[in-house]
């Protein structure tokens, strides 16, 4: 069975920092591009960060650049996204999301999130 | 950055009514790059709809989706007691995802 299992959430003073782990079963994890999206309480959702099947290209959305960082494990099938500098407005549910993946010689990149985490919930606040 | 914008915010209907939810994009979605995902209340989202029309595996086909360039539908043709749910278009294909705001159907 194919699963995403988050992990790593928690209450964290603003300024503070977390870190989120994704588990990954069922699938190649070295061949899928993953990201994660996150979900403020009562909001829609917003994606944070993308990372390549071999992690050498990484985005992030502008709200979170040079305070997270994406990064992954191939050998542990594991993503991971440390967080920095935590502030209010981070408060949301943070959900693993599988992406693109490559068969072959053919990449088929930034496609739509076909496998979601059940979330993990982080609340900054004091 | 393409900008989704969801209509109607709020849809009230009843089981067997259909649904018409409709997402604009702020520019052209090149390759019909728009998803529709399913959300349940304190569930992950669920992929329903790929490339605008295509569904995903398992999805039944009483959903359905249209569209190109800036405007596309996700059409639920006979609503199901489990189809309430909000549902949130996807533009993908850049390094960019961004996810419309959202469509709420609830029970009439």
């Known amino acids: 069975e194919v699963q995403l299992v988050e992990s790593g959430g928690g209450l964290v003073q603003p300024g503070g920092s977390l870190r989120l782990s994704c588990a990954v079963s069922g699938f190649t994890f070295s061949d899928y591009e993953m990201n994660w999206v996150r979900q403020a309480p009562g909001k829609g959702l917003e994606w944070v960060s993308y990372i390549s099947s071999s992690g050498s290209t990484i985005y992030y959305a502008d709200s979170v650049k040079g305070r997270f960082t994406i990064s992954r494990d191939n050998a542990k099938n594991s993503l991971y996204l440390q967080m920095n500098s935590l502030r209010a407005e981070d408060t949301a549910v943070y959900y693993c999301?599988?992406?693109?993946?490559?068969?072959?010689?053919?990449?088929?990149?930034?496609?739509?999130?076909?496998?979601w985490g059940q979330g993990t919930m982080v609340t900054a606040s004091s | 950055e393409i900008v989704l914008t969801q209509s109607p915010g709020t849809l009230s209907l009843s089981p067997g009514e259909r649904a018409t939810l409709s997402c604009r994009a702020s520019q052209s979605v090149s390759s019909s790059y728009l998803a529709w995902h399913q959300q349940k209340p304190g569930q992950a989202p669920r992929l329903l709809i790929y490339g605008a029309s295509s569904r995903a595996t398992g999805i039944p086909d009483r959903f359905s989706g249209s569209g190109s360039g800036t405007d596309f539908t996700l059409t639920i043709s006979r609503l199901e007691p489990e189809d309430f749910a909000v549902y949130y278009c996807q533009h993908y294909g850049t390094s960019r995802f961004t996810f419309g705001g959202g469509t709420k159907v609830e029970i009439k």
């Open positions: 999301g599988r992406g693109g993946y490559c068969t072959g010689s053919i990449c088929y990149s930034f496609n739509a999130f076909d496998i």
